[in-house]
């Protein structure tokens, strides 16, 4: 009797055990997401609200958006704090590769930035085609200037910027330069509210719905290229990282689908991201 009794809980026991395994399996199945760190930029500009929903129907993936400068979003790629980073600063992006934070990077696509400032241009910079000409201008006469200040891809793209027009930002800013140290959204409201010039990747701008007496006063100029880059994040680092599905993601991205489903993106006509998977520009 004891031997049955025994022989019973023993079986109960593995079917218990077994219940348990299959449940695991079941939901290690269904677990089909990932968190990519990525820039405001894609973020604001409405660009994950359009694709996101078709990424979950062509592959099943449901991701998990953290919004962030660049310099951060590379941060939370450092930590193993997400599995995909999709930003949009090319000499940080190839350190990150370099330092061994991924096995690599992906070009996806690119569009531009834009000087935007007050209608009534103080500065007397509107129509130009130099943006080194402007800065200088806007510095000289002391208008207000607004930066993000939180080292994400627009900010180090504005630091590049001072710099290539022979001006020393840290040396010469005063109380028309104001660092605001948040998103592109809202150092655009910043700018806004106190008719002040400040860069903008244009998808943000194109999205933005604040615009009050802003406009684009400055555009076209090689050096206001903005190229967007893709990286999974090693998983030989932080064993966490969802190696596959991360991959699977980054695959849409650069394949002739997800690229079409990228350039399908725009706003009243007005398409905000172009695809060069294959013919990523060289910044100037």
């Known amino acids: 009797m004891k031997n ?6 023993a079986l109960g026991a593995a079917v218990a055990l077994g219940v348990i395994v299959l449940a695991a399996a079941s939901c290690a199945r269904q677990d089909r997401s990932i968190v990519v760190a990525s820039t405001t930029s894609t973020q604001d500009s409405g660009l994950f609200d359009y694709l996101l929903p078709i990424v979950k129907e062509k592959t099943g993936i449901t991701v998990k958006v953290i919004a962030q400068g660049t310099g951060q979003a590379l941060d939370t790629g450092r930590r193993g704090d997400a599995d995909v ?14 330092d061994g934070e991924s096995p690599k990077r992906y070009p996806v696509m690119y569009n531009d930035f834009v000087l935007i400032g007050p209608k009534n241009d103080p500065a007397g910079v509107k129509g130009m085609k130099d943006i080194s000409k402007a800065l200088q201008a806007i510095k000289d006469k002391r208008t207000s200037f607004i930066s993000r200040g939180d080292r994400s891809g627009t900010h180090i793209a504005e630091l590049d910027l001072w710099k290539n027009s022979g001006i020393d930002i840290d040396q010469d800013k005063g109380p028309w330069y104001k660092s605001i140290g948040q998103g592109m959204g ?50 030989d680092k932080h ?46």
């Open 85 to 98: 980073v999709f930003v949009h600063a090319r000499s940080a992006e190839l350190k990150f590769v370099a």
């Open 4 to 9: 049955i009794m025994h022989t019973a809980r």
């Open 186 to 235: 809202a150092a655009l409201n910043t700018a806004s509210a106190s008719d002040a010039y400040v860069l903008s990747d244009r998808a943000t701008w194109i999205h933005f719905k604040n615009k009050h007496d802003l406009q684009i006063v400055v555009e076209g100029d090689k050096h206001l290229f903005n190229q967007y880059g893709v990286m999974l994040v090693n998983p």
């Open 239 to 284: 064993p966490n990282v969802k190696k596959e599905l991360g991959q699977r993601f980054i695959d849409y991205l650069i394949s002739p689908d997800g690229q079409n489903d990228i350039a399908n993106y725009k706003i009243d006509g007005e398409q905000l991201f172009y695809p060069n998977v294959n013919d990523e520009k060289n910044e100037p």
